[in-house]
């Protein structure tokens, strides 16, 4: 037994020297990694865990006035809003936050208890027009899970042809109306103000967080701009008429 376990001395050594060197090889490789994890790429991956859980968004400012040279209005915009309701599947949350919503918002649908019922756990339910009650700010009413607001303008003009032809047209491009020609083109550094902006942190099924809402940015709206004697002008009473910049846009804001 003595001489046998002798023998096998030098193989348990061995097979002992080999685990070590196989320990010793992967912890050296968990430490590199660690040490590029933390040293070399830290900013590279912080910025994309980031990235992956704050969500930044903009709310477009009301584009301004074109009048004439005697002040009269030639060219206006209205905002519009969109609200989209993801109803909780149950009756309690969605009743809760039905609630919530009449308190914050004003000529919305009169639903029964069986209308809630019956659009549990809807996706994206859509309630066109929406107007926010007067002590309702855009953040409130996003506040409530599962409510989000689409922005978008309506660019109204005169209805007298020659000037409407001068004044131009404007198209919305990421929620903003922009000019793309006449004077709504040249004007447009002027008119166009400057958007709000926020940044929200989402959770892991990407959706926001209301509590982590911060404000980056606060909207200018764009400044009117008298036009020059060179523009046609409006003489008479005029009529209006509406002219919408495009398809609603999506955005969070009022």
């Not at 660690?34 to 477009?60: F, K």
């Not at 040279?69 to 809760?96: E, F």
């Not at 029964?112 to 809807?122: A, C, V």
């Not at 859509?126 to 303008?153: C, K, N, W």
Request: proline share 6%; net charge positive.
């Amino acid at each position: 037994m003595t001489e046998q376990a002798t023998a096998n001395a030098p193989h348990a050594s061995r097979r002992t020297r080999f685990l070590l060197a196989v320990f010793l090889f992967w912890g050296t490789v968990v430490v590199v990694k660690l040490a590029q994890l933390m040293l070399i790429n830290r900013d590279q991956y912080l910025t994309e865990m980031t990235r992956r859980s704050v969500y930044v968004g903009h709310i477009p400012a009301r584009r301004g006035r074109l009048l004439d040279r005697d002040g009269r209005v030639l060219a206006w915009s209205s905002r519009h809003l969109r609200l989209l309701w993801d109803v909780p599947p149950d009756i309690v949350s969605a009743s809760r936050d039905w609630h919530l919503l009449k308190t914050a918002c004003k000529e919305l649908p009169v639903w029964s208890g069986d209308d809630i019922r019956d659009r549990l756990g809807t996706r994206s339910c859509v309630l066109d027009d929406v107007t926010l009650r007067s002590v309702t700010s855009p953040e409130q009413l996003m506040a409530i899970r599962g409510v989000r607001l689409e922005s978008y303008f309506a660019r109204h003009y005169c209805s007298a042809p020659e000037v409407v032809l001068a004044l131009g047209q404007v198209t919305l491009i990421d929620g903003a109306e922009v000019g793309v020609s006449g004077a709504e083109k040249t004007h447009d550094a002027l008119l166009r103000g400057r958007p709000s902006s926020y940044r929200v942190m989402v959770d892991k099924h990407g959706e926001w967080i209301p509590e982590t809402w911060r404000k980056t940015d606060e909207l200018r709206p764009g400044f009117d701009v008298h036009l020059p004697a060179s523009y046609p002008s409006v003489y008479s009473i005029p009529t209006w008429s509406r002219k919408p910049s495009s398809t609603p846009a999506a955005a969070a804001g009022g």
